[in-house]
């Protein structure tokens, strides 16, 4: 040990002078931001991090004052470099004494302890992380390169080529500058005339035109939509357990809304966030706020409610943090965070921002609290159905001398009845009959129930049965069986009208008859309890006969049975027999409102009220919801030790910022609320937000951000490519008021955005990853884009924006079988519905359609910042196969017949340009046109697949089409949509 | 002839969102690229996983999960308890119950509720169980029995996540998608995660596809899930009125127009594309030559207890006829294969229901080792038998309420010590108490056979370097051979 350690020593002062002084020319600077912190927290910090319970030998390496000595640290010296133990240690050849440990299984590759040594030597500065610094303007280079600039982003870019020693790609070329700019800004292919317009006279002023006029068009917010669902995990399913639907349409329309309007970024945020608590908050603001109820919720029987509670308490915290700030709360939600400087305390701290939320646990059967959006047409005939209800209320409310009359006269009638109960005769009992098992012993009718409708079998003078030993009212009574059936009979006898309830328990099963009918039946095995079951029945005047059958599975059986028949409720009854003088005028009230509520006098108007609510009640259960955030008390927010929600020993805790992000905390007394977080997070001086949503929309435009890590700006983040850039984009977008549209204005006017994606052989060695944009890249189109393209390049999208309708296209059948609570079945869209794009088809968050699926769109449970791009079988069976893609090629082929002009080669160019805006070579044209052949020959010989394959879809074809040319067709259009390129963002 | 460069290998793990260190980046072996015009072009075959070498040699080259959703009562299966039959109808002792977490049961009176089986000892090893699994007590001598199984979660849907993923929270890739990841597959005409789930009987408890997720690894790395009605894989059949010489032939000109207007873009995804065109077409017909069961002998059929007339043509969607397709499926090379059979949740009526479900499952369970063994398969397969939790010893009325303090489990394959019951429960089946086995063990041993060390397969996501036993795992070397 000591004699390693002294070797290691050496070897580390050896390597540390070899930096020095041999190496020092090539050696190349060190940058704590990109380099070191990244070694540091990937390698070190899981046990030398800010996670205080996992820190091993009190030693902290996140922050200067663990690490370098000449700050009271441990591991490194500034001064003397070469004698730093964490140097002696990373290059000790010792197992045992060599950091990180072997069974750690983080090892440092040479290249990591040569930069950490390179550090040490440059005398290890230390920043602050680069996102945790307020971004600051930078000074503009000028551009290396000759030829047009448009600002900042080609300054800057042109900067880092020119360091690195590459040079931009030249202009793309203007067909595909077109195609890429339409799929960018609109998610939509360009139409050909568009294409060739532009391609004829590719000028500045042209391009600027367009790119104005695509950020005017309503399918804009449709596609930046697409991708903050994403974010927000929007979706029409609850996810959990049953995956039920629930009603958040509204606030889809509402971002596409917003984003068509350009709302100020900080603006779209605060309104979701907190929309419901502005002092003005008008519907749009509320509908915003649905935001707040995105979190997967349950339904699920058996689930303790503050389990689900702290669950929803930490998905929300999670989210609002990937969102806004790109950072991984969610860690912290246990233990302290192992990389970042986040407290478990600051998890809940954050999360307590949501307590105020109006929400359950484990919720019933649907969702609330809902937010109603009534159509004006609604509104307007809910007011006239409560007019007509308000106008009957007066009538049965008017004092006329025939009512006062009847009321004196109810009253008196009543008291003297007040006391008189219905007379009940014992029970008796038949049976047991036996059966194979229970189902059987319910579903068969023996022969106590053999006879229902008639007089003989169930009269009480007839019974044969013994008197059951011991059943009595309001007490459990438990017998012996075999699996099998019992009846039970009771007459009940009353010489007037009354109300009367009937309480039952049983094991297992039990129906219930009242004079034959019958009035209660529940299957099924179950443990007996008191009032399991009521019944209520309007008892006319004579003698009533009640039967009773329980089923039971095993060795014993149970029943319990109650009844009460109060003529009047309690309040009524108290009430009358208190003298008039004494009633009160409350009492009197009441007595009158009880009367009028059951006089025949008044029975017409009360009926006509009753189906007038009604009405009522089923157009309000028609009109369009939303998910509704609505603040009340805030629960109590404590820390859950080991996020343990059923451990209540954790410090309650207040909505608070956590500490490393939140800078001048303006904070009063009062409770923080979620404006108080929306107004943090969008503050100047947070360091964040900006930088999170600019290097996001850079992600857009060039498929990746600025930084690679688009959802993680912590330690274990990656440093930006462009520092520089990012700050500039960060302070720009803040300072034009948080304006989406400028900025993507900005990006696609830059020419580093319009240069040509080819890859360059000499790219292909220096910059395979593309991190210095010496050329655009060229990636596959998102699923929803894949079928707005093919269904636009068809022709048959449904450009409708908006509306209330979730779209559903066709599925395989039998997808849901796995769903129940309760079953479903997908019904495909009809008519017109069938084409929307998909931004506004049905999220299933556990059963995502699966072309959807195939093509990597997330399943929206949790914040995902950028999809996966995968390349499957899947992927390549969704686009041979999918009925929606087959449809859309005829559709295709129906409008290169109908176009009816040119031979074979002018057809094939047609349909080649409708969907890949470009003209096919002659290579392509040659591959196409045998292919045609081969499937006019094919078809030609089978009229049966030719209509079989016709007949897919919905749309209808005029019956003269239905020819092998058309086939044909079809499969030439199909191929195209199916081509690389086709689904390729250019 | 085209063949992938070296640097679009690399450019193409980029792309797919790999992170992979230097070292295993060289010895990924991606593509042979034997190129157009035979039938084994591009990229996607070559995926031979991140793990490689293997960290150890590996036992085995596949695993079948038969997963028993709804969480079946080890009290009526697996793990006997005399003394709970004594109790029965007295109250639960509080020294086992007090603050713990209980699902339906919450503020009721909490009474034993004795076994509603019968247990007999079995095989030479003399293992005991349950009176309701005849077939799988007669594989006793080739069984290994756990009861000491625990988990962290207590409701469905987020015990099936952490069984799958190793946690609660959605989101995490799912076992199967980690061991494709890291070892890739052996199929060239199959996906390499199969699901399987089995219809009739009764199943109500709903399976969320996010269980075969592949979570933030790329989604190459899903379970497909086969379905048992209609197209058993999404989309596998041509579209009405195209035979398959025409699709041969869209395929095609296809893949000749994606070379040509590609050229001179260097686009790595470009191979992959034709790769996996070529794959799809494959699978459109080797999905249906591996549903199709007519080629199975009547005495296999009926060992499966399948005999029936029209099973030939087709699987059924039962479990029996999910376990043959099981085995066809580790015949063809696929590494995972996972099978769910819900209705195991027996909140009423366990005694009957338990004996129900037990009869999907018991013949068509034992048929499936035995089969394996019988082909010499056994040994190079890793099957896993079990639900996500127990369920209570204290009574439901005439069931029980789900439990996570303990469960058992059945294993069986290669480097499985059988005919061996490990570990145990308290008298009354409450807590499991000795050689107690987490959740994160079984993980850790299965990748342990596969050749895996858990803690080795890490994938970084999020500013954290990611494994499926999170920061647990212990390999459980005492039921290894």
Redesign the interface.
Known sequence: MEVSSVQSMLVASLVYSSLLVGREAQAQVVDFQRDVRRILSRHCYQCHGPDEAARKAQLRLDLPEGAIIELGGKAISREDGAASPLLERIHSEDPDHRMPPPEAHRQLTASDREQLTQWIRQGAPWEKHWAYQAPIRPDLPVSPFPGEVSGAIDLLIHRKLGEVGLVPAPPEDPERLVRRLHFDLVGLPPSPDLVAQYAASPRGLAYRRLVDRLLGSPHFGERIAMYWFDLVRYANTTGIHADNVWHVTPYRNWVIDALNQNLPFDQFSREQIAGDLFSDADQGNQIASTYNRLNLSTREGGSQAKEFLAKYMADRVRNAGSVWLASSLGCAECHDHKFDPISTKEFYQFGAFFADIDQVGVYGSDFPPYLKLPTPRESAALARLRTAIESLEQRIDADTPALATAQEDWEAQTIDRLDQEPSWSGWRRLGPFSAASLEEAHDTAFEPESNLGGDEIVSVETLSGPVPDGLRDDEIWTFESKVGAHYFYRTVETDHERPLSLWFGSRDSLRVWFDGNEVKERGGEREVARDQDKVEIQLEPGTHKLLVKVSVAGEEGALFFRSRSALVPDPIRESLVTSEADRGKEAAARLRSFFRGQTPLLAKERHERDSLKEEAKALDEGIERTLATVSVKPMVTRVLPRGNWMDESGEVVEPAFPAVIRGADEGGEARRTRMDLANWLMAPNNPLTARVFVNRLWMLFFNTGLSRSVDDFGYQGEAPSHPALLDWLAVEFRESGWDVKHMIRLIVLSRTYQQSAAVRPELEEKDPGNRYYARQNRFRLSAEMIRDMYLSSSGLLNPRVGGEHVARPYQPTGYYRHLNFPKRTYQADEGEQQFRRGVYMHWQRQFLHPALKAFDAPTREECVAKRPRSNTPLAALVMMNDPSLVEAARSLALQVLERGEGGLDARLKWCFRQVLSRQPSERELAVLRTLWKEQREDFGADDGAVRSFLGVGITPIDDRLVHADLASWTVVARTVLNLHESILRP | MRSV?P??R??FL????LSV??AALASLGLGQSVGWGGARSGV?QGWRGVVQPLHRSARIKRVIHLCMAGGPSHLELLDHKPRLRAMHGEPMPPSFTT?Q?I??L?GQELRCFGPQHEFKRSGQSGQEFSAVLPHIASMADDLCVIRSMQTAQI???PAHTFMNTGSG???RPSMGAWILYGLGSESEDL?GYVVL?S?GGGQ???????QW?SGFL???FQG?EF?S???P???????????R???R???N??N???R???E????P??E??IA??E???R??SSVPELMDLSGEPTSILERYGLAREDIKEGGDGSFASNCLLARRLAERGVRFIQLYH?GWDHH??I??GIEFTAGLVDQASAALVGDLKDRGMLDETLVIWGGEFGRTPM?????R??HIQAFSMWLAGGGIRSGFTYGATDELGYAAVEDVVHVHDLHATMLHLLGI?H??L?Y?F????YRLTDVEGRIISEILT
């Open positions: 460069t640097i679009a690399r450019t980029a792309r797919s969102g260190g230097g996607e603050g977490q699902a339906q919450q409701n469905h849907d929270i959605p989101g996906p789930s219809v109500n408890q709903p399976i969320a596809a996010r997720h790329p989604s190459r497909v379905q009605a209609g197209d894989v999404h989309y596998v059949g041509n579209p009405a009125g195209i035979s010489g025409s699709q032939r869209f395929v000109a296809l000749s127009l994606n040509i207007g590609n001179g873009m260097r686009d995804e470009l992959t594309r996996q065109y794959m799809a077409f699978m459109q819900r009423g009526g005694k009957k009574g439901q009325g005439s069931g309420d789900h060390d803690e080795r890490t970084h999020q500013g954290r370097d």
